[in-house]
């Protein structure tokens, strides 16, 4: 355990948050909440909180573990940038792509390739996911947005906050819903029974959770499956699908939440069988994608507005699902 004591010499009152990542910097600004959040920082001996306006003489006393080694290793790749300025970027990421380094991904991520393509992002957030302002799962495709400054990313996740930028996902459902539009409020926290998962919370009072809204519309019936739209009100980790399972209908494709069903029966008999195979039983992810993405500049305050188009293996599944299953 590391221990270090500091004293505030200066006459205006900063919040001690902001004066230990200034007058020790070899540490970030939230590595410094953290350890306010466990008591770990002390002020003339008492606990305090970040926002704490300090006094000329205030003796500061901090205690930690040494951090383990982040630093991430700038790697080129391939990416598929829709939009760039000073401020931003808009990825439309691939499906099979880790958004930032975790376990099992350390080098191999869309971080990875951002810091090869611009240096501007390594200082901006958090250490690990640099610039990230929103996430997707590692087998979701579609479109991102990166920050390339604190005030974007400040400005982007406020956006978020306030439900001002709208991520609309589109997925292909198993089942043949009932509805033509539905709303999906139930709150999302860590499964009781598999930490694995996320699932809908029943017992808030036993269980955290956080509440989540997905809205879903269905865009086109097929005899088994169906196209929906899905729009965010919400960003919990793996909402669309963990909602999607529970009314049901998971997406396709999404082994974790029950998208792997016995095939049906086509009406082309067993060539029909077959083409669905080739094109499923390999696919490797759940069919769902980001496809559209809009929200105001974070400088100029200009709407703007992406789309992305549903990648090869994608298309290719619902265009066979169109001829084999297709309805009014």
Same mark, same amino acid.
């Given at each position: 355990?590391?221990?270090?004591?500091?004293?505030?010499?200066?006459?205006?009152?900063?919040?001690?948050?902001?004066?230990?990542?200034?007058?020790?910097?070899?540490?970030?600004?939230?590595?410094?909440?953290?350890?306010?959040?466990?008591?770990?920082?002390?002020?003339?001996?008492?606990?305090?909180?970040?926002?704490?306006?300090?006094?000329?003489?205030?003796?500061?006393?901090?205690?930690?573990?040494?951090?383990?080694?982040?630093?991430?290793?700038?790697?080129?790749?391939?990416?598929?940038?829709?939009?760039?300025?000073?401020?931003?970027?808009?990825?439309?990421?691939?499906?099979?792509?880790?958004?930032?380094?975790?376990?099992?991904?350390?080098?191999?991520?869309?971080?990875?390739?951002?810091?090869?393509?611009?240096?501007?992002?390594?200082?901006?957030?958090?250490?690990?996911?640099?610039?990230?302002?929103?996430?997707?799962?590692?087998?979701?495709?579609?479109?991102?947005?990166?920050?390339?400054?604190?005030?974007?990313?400040?400005?982007?996740?406020?956006?978020?906050?306030?439900?001002?930028?709208?991520?609309?996902?589109?997925?292909?459902?198993?089942?043949?819903?009932?509805?033509?539009?539905?709303?999906?409020?139930?709150?999302?926290?860590?499964?009781?029974?598999?930490?694995?998962?996320?699932?809908?919370?029943?017992?808030?009072?036993?269980?955290?959770?956080?509440?989540?809204?997905?809205?879903?519309?269905?865009?086109?019936?097929?005899?088994?499956?169906?196209?929906?739209?899905?729009?965010?009100?919400?960003?919990?980790?793996?909402?669309?699908?963990?909602?999607?399972?529970?009314?049901?209908?998971?997406?396709?494709?999404?082994?974790?939440?029950?998208?792997?069903?016995?095939?049906?029966?086509?009406?082309?008999?067993?060539?029909?069988?077959?083409? !669905?195979?080739?094109?499923?039983?390999?696919?490797?992810?759940?069919?769902?994608?980001?496809?559209?993405?809009? !929200?105001?500049?974070?400088?100029?305050?200009?709407?703007?507005?992406?789309?992305?188009?549903?990648?090869?293996?994608?298309?290719?599944?619902?265009? !066979?699902?169109?001829?084999? !299953?297709?309805?009014?």
């Amino acid at each position: 355990m590391e221990k270090k004591l500091l004293v505030y010499s200066e006459k205006n009152g900063m919040r001690a948050d902001l004066f230990l990542a200034k007058a020790a910097p070899e540490h970030s600004r939230s590595f410094y909440q953290k350890l306010f959040g466990s008591g770990n920082v002390l002020v003339n001996g008492n606990v305090c909180r970040p926002g704490r306006k300090l006094e000329e003489g205030d003796r500061i006393e901090i205690s930690f573990e040494a951090p383990a080694d982040t630093s991430l290793t700038a790697v080129p790749m391939p990416l598929d940038i829709i939009y760039e300025d000073g401020s931003l970027m808009v990825i439309n990421k691939p499906a099979g792509l880790v958004v930032h380094p975790a376990a099992g991904h350390r080098n191999d991520t869309l971080v990875n390739g951002l810091l090869a393509h611009s240096e501007d992002i390594a200082e901006v957030g958090e250490a690990e996911r640099p610039g990230i302002v929103h996430r997707l799962d590692k087998d979701t495709s579609g479109l991102l947005c990166v920050a390339k400054t604190e005030a974007a990313l400040h400005s982007l996740s406020g956006q978020i906050a306030r439900r001002e930028m709208h991520r609309r996902y589109t997925a292909v459902l198993i089942g043949d819903p009932a509805f033509e539009r539905a709303t999906v409020d139930a709150p999302i926290g860590r499964s009781p029974s598999d930490r694995q998962k996320q699932a809908v919370i029943k017992d808030t009072e036993k269980y955290s959770s956080r509440p989540a809204v997905t809205h879903i519309r269905i865009l086109e019936r097929y005899r088994l499956f169906a196209l929906a739209e899905c729009v965010l009100d919400t960003g919990r980790t793996h909402q669309i699908r963990v909602h999607a399972s529970f009314i049901g209908h998971p997406v396709l494709g999404d082994a974790l939440y029950g998208g792997i069903r016995k095939k049906p029966v086509f009406p082309s008999g067993k060539a029909g069988e077959k083409e !669905f195979a080739a094109l499923t039983d390999g696919l490797g992810r759940q069919l769902l994608h980001a496809s559209g993405l809009s !929200f105001r500049h974070p400088v100029t305050g200009e709407p703007l507005s992406f789309e992305a188009p549903l990648p090869e293996e994608f298309r290719a599944v619902v265009d !066979f699902l169109r001829k084999e !299953f297709l309805r009014g």
